[in-house]
């Protein structure tokens, strides 16, 4: 995993995930070959960002999927 503190200066062309709900949840990503994927809070754009290798990005989705990271608040 790398860690770039201002995704907008990272020069890569990040996305809104299809996932991205209203103003609330917002995510995006962008696809690079050196990098992976990177994802990025698009409310706050000169925040930071996080990239992962294709497959570390995948597992983490694949366990999104399958409620890995679910838990009670209560």
């Known amino acids: 995993m790398s860690h770039f503190p201002d995704a907008s200066a990272t020069g890569f062309d990040y996305r809104k995930s299809s996932y ?8 995006e990503y962008a696809l690079d070959l050196r990098h992976g994927v ?3 809070d698009s409310k706050n754009p000169s925040g ?3 990239s992962f290798t294709a497959t570390a990005h995948t597992a ?3 366990a999104v999927a ?3 990271f679910d838990f009670d608040l209560l």
Do not use: D
């Open 20 to 27: 991205s709900g209203g103003n609330e949840n917002c995510v």
């Open 66 to 68: 399958n409620g890995e």
């Open 48 to 50: 930071p960002a996080l």
């Open 38 to 40: 990177a994802v990025a």
């Open 60 to 62: 983490f989705i694949t």
